[in-house]
């Protein structure tokens, strides 16, 4: 039984990959708490088309929580949030059940109906602008060993070459990859 539980965690997380196509894996955090801002707003529930998730501040800094509601063992994790342009951010992102230095890195862009989030859309970034960005700031995009076109990105560094890099993919083309929906 012990098997099943493993296994649904696995799916629950390779489900989390597939929604997160544009996002990048690191060892070790690169963007530190104290980089971290308040995204106002962002508590609340949000509905992609397979899953929905609730966002909430976690006291005492500017990371925030999240879990599925409908679906406990998906997640739950927690992320920070770094401005690199008006509504859109760098995001350090981890699953609890990761390895302690295992992060994934991705951008998020804010989309408001006036004060009020409507929904946030993940934004992949072009692979061939993200590879010469990559090479610019020094650092390597390896391919992870399942070598998946779903698979993150693995990026290898320095932290403040990899924090560069990850802001600087705000200056890429990207499209967008999946959407979450404000519900509540």
Not at 71 to 76: E, L, S
């Amino acid at each position: 039984m012990r098997d099943a539980g493993v296994a649904a965690r696995l799916l629950a997380a390779l489900a989390l990959v597939l929604a997160l196509g544009g996002c990048f894996e690191t060892r070790g955090e690169i963007f530190k708490p104290e980089q971290a801002v308040a995204v106002p707003g962002i508590e609340g529930i949000y509905a992609t088309q397979t899953n929905r998730y609730a966002v909430t501040a976690i006291p005492g800094g500017h990371d925030y929580a999240f879990a599925n509601p409908t679906n406990p063992k998906d997640g739950p994790g927690r992320f920070r949030a770094v401005p690199v342009g008006d509504d859109l951010y760098a995001v350090q992102l981890r699953l609890d059940e990761w390895d302690s230095d295992l992060y994934w890195e991705l951008l998020f862009r804010v989309i408001r109906k006036g004060d009020a989030i409507e929904r946030i859309v993940t934004l992949e970034p072009d692979l061939r602008a993200s590879e010469a960005l990559a090479a610019k700031n020094g650092i390597e995009l390896l391919k992870s060993s399942e070598d998946s076109v779903d698979d993150p990105k693995i990026l290898t560094g320095t932290p403040e070459a990899v924090a560069n890099f990850v802001r600087s993919l705000a200056t890429v083309p990207t499209r967008d990859g999946e959407i979450y929906r404000r519900l509540r």
